[in-house]
């Protein structure tokens, strides 16, 4: 008796569980839904002067209407926060140096490094200096963020997982959305001129000449056909050339090579076709930016409509980047522009004397001055407050680096850093009011590709460029507060920046690498460069294209993954593998047969001849630069030769095309030596793991785990928070440049006046929430370069919005 209660008891205590379970799973089920965006409905507002909607497509991609542009802004806001607030939230704490009171002391390094630029408080005094229009459209959208928010039936999911609140957005907030971007784009600069300055001190200068050079044979400047810049190769290297990481000297122990990560950062390509060589006889304008590969995906596409003023219709379409309430690259029927990261020389690091007879004071062009101490105080989740202090002097804060004071001088501290001029560009009307806006932006200085649609195009820099007192290689290294070059006087006026119109090729295209050849090229800079591969072989595809082309052709370039910079590496790694070589050793007579047929001549997932030629590549990088890169990392974690110059490739290119003994790394008999040992590396690493060398596929390699923020987090919910790794072709020597996390964060191809041909990709969808049908909609077109309309097709969902 006692057993049969017992188990009718066990049975019972099991039932109550397994619905406690259901419940719970329910209710979380709930939760989630909670804070889903609604999508259709009529709200009363007090946030609008006449009345908005916003009309989803199949896609969710909205048509974002209104009486007035305020009204649009605010319905932008609405939209921008019910979808993604939570990646706001991240760039505006990113920005500001605020991430640990969302994650703890884990994320106290990135808080201190940003906290030192103060940017929450930069932004609390452009907002004083901000003209009364653009403050009316930022509280317009403001009001439509914190709106969108608190109409969410709950909070976004993320802040439940991290057992927070989310906080109000406000007007400051969206200015450090702004300075998010400039963290990406410029945030190596200070890394790269440490590198530099090491550099600098361990070379002499015809050693610097060659191992930094200004240019390549590979740059495809806009003003010029190439530029002949070979210089001459010093009799002897540095003395640290080719010495090994710390004492082993054994290159078969060092199994991680530096081929195992990618070397670029951030990039992108852009270019433009003239009307005289289109179909419609309108510009047509291309932009893929490369940035990280996240969910939910960095933009958020939308199309704005609003009056224009004069009786009629303005229709924006393109991406915008939540939290600001502007289309950043696309198309406003009259005018279509593109970025792509210009890499300028944006900031200087000036080392600052002392004298033990004047205590407290530091020395900078200006003089001798008392740094001003501002106390930041870092708010950490689950522990005590942490105080900062901030010593800054007029040039710019204090950073300590081994035992030296350097004042950061950066264009993203100054005013006028971050502003609402891109707003001008929606009433742009032709190439030259384009143009003439450009430079005028609160943005990180950026090439910009713009055409009409009368057929002009053109070339200018958008955002400020400092005016220096001398321009040139000096300003690149470290200055000493005796140093001219460190002398600012504010911003170059607009018709002082260079620009190209109208090229008589018909065609403009950047990637990166050096824009000019002759003048204007000092006014811009050298800051980080990439070697000019990419801008090369866009401009090759664009001339390809012929007399006349149209939208489609101008789109498919950006997925040209035929590996041009990679192919002579190719015939040196089997240039290397002779008879003698190959003689007894089974692994690098396979290597060899699967360079000769294992190659396509693109960066193929299939292709394991074409990871072996790159990762010979950067073996030989690691070969030569590896002892010197342990180095540089002591200084700062991303310093490295490659940030001292993105042209090293070519420079061991001609090294192992000519061979000077007197390069030779000593513990090498030979060049062939030395590129047999890179060789070994590379199929030592790729086998290492049991695995045959022919499925060391570059698939297998080039994997993009897109992945929520919170998707390592909370790793029971990661499942439902990231994608499976795709295998992507491309790489980043080619216009499809490829990344398990970095790549074209978007891909528009579109001609003003035609947007109705437009043709758009991106790598994930609309909304951040991962049980939206939007999440990932649009993805797989992405991956497969399959054409997707720029214009949103039919509304499926209407919201409205009423006074």
Known sequence: MRKSRLAEWSKRI???????????????????????AQLDGTRQTAGIETTASVARDAHGVPVISGGSRGDVAYATGFVHAQERFFQMDLLRRVAAGELSELFGDRALPLDRAHRLHRFRARGELALKSMPAADRALLDRYVAGVNDGLHALRTKPFEYALVGETPRPWTQADTLLVIWAMYFD??????????????????????????????????DAPLDAQQIEAEVVMPSAPPAWWGKPKGADADAAKSAKLAQAEFLNTVGSNNWAVAGTRSDTGAAIVADDMHLGIQLPAIWYRAALQFPDGKGGQRRMVGVTLPGAPFVVVGSNGHVAWGFTNSYGDYLDLIALDSDAAKPGQVRTQAGWETPVVQEETILVKGAPA???????????PIREVQGRSYALHWSAHLPGAVNFNAGKLESADTLDQALAIAPTLGVPAQNFVAGDDKGNIGWTIAGPLPRRAVHGVVSTYPLTADDAAGQWQGWLAPAEYPKVVNPPQGQLGTANSRQLAGAGAALIGDGGFDLGARAHQVRDDLTALGPKTDVK?????????????????????????DAKAIAGNAQRTEALALLKENWSGKASVDSAGYRITRGFMYAVYDITYGGVNAELAQIDPKASMAAVSARWPVVLARLLDQQPAGWLPSRY?????????????????????????????????????????MASAVPLLGKYLKVAPDMLPGDQHMPRVAGPTFGQSERLTVSPGHEEQGIFNMPGGQSGHPLSPYFLDGRMDWLTGRESPLLPGPAQHTLTFVK
Do not use: C
Request: proline share 4%.
């Open 386 to 396: 942490v105080k900062l202090a901030v010593r800054e002097t007029s040039l710019g």
């Open 185 to 218: 784009l410029q945030g190596n600069l200070e890394s790269r001129e440490l590198a530099r300055g090491w550099f600098r001190d361990h070379t002499t200068e015809e050693q610097r000449a060659f191992l930094a050079p200004a240019s390549t044979p590979w």
């Open 553 to 577: 052709k101008v789109y498919a370039i950006g997925l040209d993954d035929r590996a041009v910079f990679l192919t002579a590496w190719r015939e040196r790694a089997i240039g290397a593998l």
């Open 669 to 709: 008999p030979s060049w062939e030596a030395l590129q047999l040992a890179a060789l070994d590396r590379v199929i030592a690493e790729l086998t290492k793991d049991g695995q045959p060398l022919k499925n060391a596929t570059w698939g297998q390699r080039n994997m993009a785990a897109s992945a929520h923020p």
């Open 14 to 36: 099991l039932l109550a569980a397994l619905v406690l379970l259901v419940l719970a799973v329910a209710g979380a089920w709930l939760y989630l839904r909670g804070s889903l």
